[in-house]
């Protein structure tokens, strides 16, 4: 089953400080990945996007890692600030047919002073 | 326009109305894509459009729901005798050809509640 799963599903980190979130996937076959940005009652933002061939990609202060051999990725925030409190959505794009994508259920990032 | 623009922004219903929710694309993009998000959850496709033309429709979740576009541009998703479940937020996005490796831009989407 092509299954995305995103943990933690909650954060809450210190203004200033870095995390990482983790995202692991069962997709297959495997077109690509993407890592967004939603704030709360806005549409998502495209952060990243990663083919089978790439392990990294930034953005600013966003790094996004991609393992296809263990089919995990992870998106680091270096030096948080407020206006990182959002949700970080990881979705991967099957390389078939028509348009097939499968999206995480989101982790819920909370940046305090 | 600048971006992508969906309306209504809210949109509260009673079961068994139909419903009509509409996006405006980033003007130029061919490609044009509805999802729904519903409350604590990720959000699911339901149907793509390439031009006027819908290739994928494998989303859409019954057949009370359906999708048009006209003049490659604006798009217009109809919930049909609406039920409870359908309350969610659904979203527009749209992208300059529809390549896999494309950014989407999305709109703001519409909130729907269904009672």
């Known amino acids: 089953k092509n299954q995305v799963e995103q943990s933690p599903q909650s954060l809450i980190i210190l203004e200033g400080k870095n995390c990482t979130l983790q995202c692991n996937y069962t997709v297959s076959p495997f077109s690509n990945l993407r890592w967004y940005k939603q704030d709360t009652g806005r549409g998502p933002v495209s952060l990243t996007i990663?083919?089978?061939?790439?392990n990294t990609k930034s953005n600013g202060r966003y790094t996004a890692t991609l393992d296809a051999d263990t089919k995990q990725s992870s998106l680091h925030i270096t030096a948080s600030q407020l206006s990182d409190s959002a949700s970080y959505i990881c979705?991967?794009?099957?390389?078939?047919?028509?348009?097939?994508?499968?999206f995480g259920a989101g982790t819920r990032l909370f940046v305090k002073a | 326009g600048a971006g992508v623009s969906q309306s209504p922004s809210n949109k509260v219903t009673e079961k068994g109305k139909d419903v009509e929710l509409r996006c405006d694309p980033i003007s130029g993009h061919t490609a044009l894509y509805w999802y729904r998000q519903r409350l604590g959850q990720g959000l699911e496709f339901l149907i793509y459009?390439?031009?006027?033309?819908?290739?994928?429709k494998s989303g859409l979740p019954s057949d009370r729901f359906s999708a048009e576009r006209t003049g490659e541009s604006v798009s217009t998703l109809t919930i049909q005798r609406t039920q409870q479940e359908d309350s969610a937020v659904y979203l527009c996005?749209?992208?300059?050809?529809?390549?896999?490796?494309?950014?989407?831009?999305f709109g703001p989407g519409t909130r729907l509640l269904v009672l």
């Open positions: 990663m083919t089978f061939s790439e």
């Open positions: 459009f390439q031009g006027n033309s819908a290739p994928d």
């Open positions: 996005a749209s992208s300059l050809t529809g390549g896999r490796q494309e950014t989407q831009y």
């Open positions: 979705v991967v794009s099957l390389n078939t047919g028509g348009f097939k994508t499968i």
